[in-house]
């Protein structure tokens, strides 16, 4: 198993081709015009109803501070992708493109030479070369980097357990897998609500909207046995995790919980948009998600009784497994990234003039103003320390600049790392909750499970990924369920293997040389 410790997940999906709406531009074109010696041009998606105006106060500390003039074509983030493609149909193109996955279209416009090939540029750079080197290769194609990755958090993952349902039942906060079964056990049998009637659970599952390998409770749970992250090493070859014997291990684990009573009985049917409900309604007391849905749920709580939130609910990051390790799920560590096409951007010189702009847009000043926006204008800060803010309301110049940032953050990079502030925490319990979390991110960064085939684009999962995965996805409910035993899992394996599994590892393992 490896471990590293700022990781991705998995490469983003492909992405939909969606109906092309009208999109407004920084200076109300149509199509993405190609830089001047004076000016970068740029095509970013917005999500905003209406995309910043020209001349507006971001762009100008954008220019100020790197001494060039930025031309930002904005397109509706719902025709992106189309209208990507078809900008890079056209003769019209920017000297720096959002790409938003490593969809079809992209592979395809990438290994056809579109794009620079920045894998041995980022290094010459300061920021770029800050850049965490899992996260661009996760971002990569089959090993070569075509773009500057935006960053996300990279640790969301997470056990979000009733915290009063502990203190009553004066059980610790389990730290390990066994001690969560244990917890799940006397949250099912020992009336954790005080009501006098066997009316709870211990697990809450949903019925999970993705396949394998997609961040459901039952990934994070193999990770934690020690499966690897989609993908794990095993004498020296790359095997998909759900052929080691700690995914089956996991299996048995869900399985057991299943059958004593200790998971909802409707596991396999719950509507997800459901998954909070059986909580927040005292019938169940865990949940294995993010940190967003704890506080989520925490807000539900209080909008029940103001300032319950934090009395009932706590995170708890990733669990030891039974041996004593931890191994930590995190996600992407990015969505999408800046490319440079070639089309635009022709000679090595220009090719240093942008990225040498890229760099600057990823200080911390920056990743400040492209993120939150301008001090004293849309926000300020309420402490010394400068970790929270709060927004600045009542004028037109605030409620523009706080708007434009929104719009702006679609092409921050911040590979250099979050150093931003967070909006100060209404109440006690919600500060408590971020600096637990914090904390908690902080400490599963460290145990992060590299997926070491995350940048790999294959011939056989291009065209069967689906249906592969959904095999496994289908036998691991069917497992839970009785329907199959273990010789029914290995049966599954051996279907998956025959119906292009088999072409998958080597095509993979081929790429890892």
Known sequence: MKLKKLLPLLGLGALAAVTLSACGGSS??????????????????????????????????????????????????????????????????????VIQGKDAGFIKSAQNGAFWDLTDKLKDYPNLAKANEDVVKASSVNGTVYGVYRSRDLVRSTVIIRKDWLEKLGLDEPKTVEDLYNVAKAFTEQDPDGNGQADTFGINMPKWPGSINSSSPYDMLAVWFGAGNAWTEKDGDLIPSFQTDEYLDSMKYVKQMIDEGLINKDYATLDAEKWNENFVNGKAGIILDTYSRAASISKLFDQQEAGSGAAKVTILGNLANEDGNTYSLPTDGYSGFLAIPKASVKTEEDLDRVLTFLDEMNSDDMQLLLNTGIEGVNFEYTDDTKQFTKAIEGTDEATEVAAAAKSYAQ????????????????????????????????????????????????????????????????????????????KGWQDALDLWAKSGGDDLIKETNALNK
């Open 411 to 486: 092409m921050s990079m911040g590979v250099t790392g979050w150093k931003l502030p967070k909006a100060a925490p209404a109440t006690d319990g919600d500060k408590a909750f971020a600096e637990l979390r914090a904390s908690l991110e902080t400490r599963d960064a460290e145990t992060a499970v590299f997926n070491p085939a995350a940048s790999f684009i294959t011939d056989t999962y291009t065209s069967k990924g689906a249906q592969l995965d959904q095999i496994i996805a289908d036998a691991r409910i069917k497992y839970f369920a009785n329907q199959i035993d273990d």
């Open 28 to 97: 109300d074109k149509s199509s993405a015009k190609s830089g001047s010696d004076d000016t970068i041009s740029l095509m970013v998606p917005y999500i905003e109803t209406t995309p910043p105006k020209e001349g507006n106060a971001i762009q100008k500390e954008i220019e100020k501070t790197t001494g060039e003039k930025i031309d930002v074509t904005w397109v509706p983030n719902t025709s992106y992708a189309d209208k990507m493609n078809i900008t890079l149909a056209s003769d019209d193109i920017p000297e720096v493109m």
